[in-house]
Each structure stands twice: as structure tokens, then as C-alpha cells.
């Protein structure tokens, strides 16, 4: 068979996280049986019914590409492609992403964190010499250490998404090498969150 082997291509190989834990209790059956028939290439596909034998013509039924794969479905499909298919189910995943991010944007935005404080230790480091004398070391003030949280660097975050029907020009200020489509980023600190 052709597809004996396949899945162990180092190319086609998706990540798969399986664990008894999404089994058992957050995928569906149905989901269960389309990933793992993904990964195998076994769904069916016009190119695996022609293959199968279950039908004469393995054409996509959009563009009527002759050989029509899961992969010609999912990525390479003309008429999907032109019709904002793609950009629908690529948008769909932008909005996901900004309602995960939104709260934390929101709290942060809320809080006003300083970072210019510093911290006074002189009173709590005491040196004792071995005659049994007690003196103090003048220390400086050390500064507060950057925040770890990123979001805690400003608090003045706003998102920029890049929708199909939405075509936003991304800042000056704010434009990098590669393409942004989501770019949660401070005027006043003139960063983004992925910088």
C-alpha cells in the first residue's frame, strides 16, 4: 500500500498531542476520529474514495483539481481560496486568540504598574566582625527588577488584528520584518507584545 509508512515522514509529521487526558474527557469522538484519520491520511478524501475504489474520479468538487488530497482541501483548493474560505477559518483563529488574550489585556490596562522604584535594604544588612562589633555597610538602593509579566511593562495596551474585511495600516513605530496579524502593542512604551 502507498500509505504504509507515510505518517513516519519527517515532512508531513504533525504535532500530536494525545494524552489520556484529552482522550478520555475533552475531545469528542468525532474529533478523536478525525485527527487520528488526519494524521494516516485515511479521511475521505475524493483522492482516497478514487483510491479505495469507491468512486471513479478523485476531482475536487470546487475547483476540479484532478487530484484532490486532505491537504488540496485544507491549504491548496483555488476556488477556496479565492471565495475567503481560508481567510474565514484564518480569522476565526485570530478572534480566538484575541478573546484568550483580551482579559489579561483588560487587567493590564487597569493596573498601574510603577517600575521606578527602588528598593532600600540598608537597614537589614548588619555585618558583625569576630570581636563581636556591629557595623553597617552603606549599600546602594538596588533598583526593582523588570517585571516578568510583559503585559506588567505598560498600561496602555491596545490590539491591532488583521482581518480579511478589516484592513487596518499597522504604525510606523510598529512595523517589523515579518507580518503581523495580531499586534497587541503600547503607544507610550512603543512596543508590541512580541518584541
Known amino acids: ?17 494525545t494524552s489520556w487526558k484529552k482522550l478520555l474527557y475533552i475531545w469528542t469522538p468525532e474529533l478523536l476520529s478525525f485527527h487520528i ?26 475547483c476540479h483539481h ?9 491549504n491548496d483548493c483555488s476556488y477556496s481560496l479565492q471565495s475567503g474560505r481560508y481567510n474565514w477559518r484564518h480569522d476565526q483563529t485570530l478572534r480566538a486568540i484575541v478573546s484568550g488574550l483580551a482579559p489579561y489585556i ?24 569576630a570581636d563581636g562589633t556591629t557595623y553597617r555597610n552603606p ?17 496602555d495596551w491596545i490590539f491591532l488584528m488583521d482581518e480579511e474585511h478589516k484592513q487596518i495600516v499597522f504604525p510606523p513605530k510598529l512595523l517589523r520584518p515579518l507580518r503581523d496579524q495580531i499586534s497587541p502593542s503600547s503607544p507610550r512604551k512603543q512596543r508590541t507584545l512580541s518584541s
Open 1 to 17: 500500500m502507498c500509505k504504509q509508512g507515510q505518517w513516519l515522514k519527517w515532512e508531513s509529521a504533525m504535532q500530536v498531542d
Open 37 to 62: 484519520n488526519a494524521i494516516h491520511d485515511q479521511l475521505p478524501s475524493p483522492a482516497n474514495l478514487k483510491l479505495w475504489g469507491k468512486t471513479n474520479l478523485g476531482l475536487c468538487q470546487l
Open 66 to 74: 484532478r487530484h484532490c488530497t486532505l491537504f488540496h482541501i485544507l
Open 106 to 129: 483588560v487587567e493590564a490596562n487597569q493596573k498601574r504598574f510603577n517600575t521606578s522604584e527602588t528598593l532600600d535594604f540598608t537597614s537589614t544588612i548588619a555585618f558583625r566582625t
Open 139 to 155: 549599600v546602594l538602593p538596588l533598583p526593582k527588577t523588570e517585571p516578568t509579566n510583559i503585559l506588567k511593562k505598560a498600561s
